[in-house]
């Protein structure tokens, strides 16, 4: 008789376990202020192509980048010492970084042979 109730006490008990496991339903959320970030091609392939931010000041603390490679070639997105994967042409990365410290903060794409850059304000 023992052995007949054992499943179905466990049943209940491996339920909770696998709900337990779940993500939460925020955890896809992005953390902090939403920053899109476009990476633009030169028209002139000898200039440097540019990063433009969208706000271009954010307050202290944890930013997500919403980046968009609107170029021809893939790269990789670095500010403040953190670097996305690597973005395809007419793709969308997302990367979190956190300011300690207010200033300008330089971006870039250390991957390419014609550098991009742009600029980023914490306050």
């Given at each position: 008789?023992?052995?007949?109730?054992?499943?179905?006490?466990?049943?209940?008990?491996?339920?909770?376990?696998?709900?337990?496991?779940?993500?939460?339903?925020?955890?896809?959320?992005?953390?902090?202020?939403?920053?899109?970030?476009?990476?633009?091609?030169s028209p002139i392939l000898a200039l440097?192509?540019?990063?433009?931010?969208?706000?271009?000041?954010?307050?202290?603390?944890t930013v997500t980048f919403s980046i968009t490679n609107t170029d021809n070639d893939v790269h990789v997105f670095s500010i403040n010492g953190v670097q996305s994967r690597w973005i395809r042409p007419m793709h969308t990365a997302k990367l979190t970084v956190t300011f300690k410290r207010?200033?300008?903060?330089?971006?870039?794409?250390?991957?390419?042979d014609s550098p991009f850059a742009g600029l980023l304000t914490v306050t």
């Open positions: 008789m023992t052995a007949r109730r054992l499943p179905l006490v466990a049943a209940p008990l491996v339920a909770v376990a696998l709900v337990g496991a779940l993500p939460s339903p925020g955890a896809n959320r992005p953390v902090g202020p939403v920053v899109k970030t476009a990476l633009i091609p440097p192509g540019s990063i433009r931010f969208s706000p271009t000041k954010v307050r202290r603390g207010p200033g300008r903060y330089i971006a870039s794409c250390p991957d390419s």
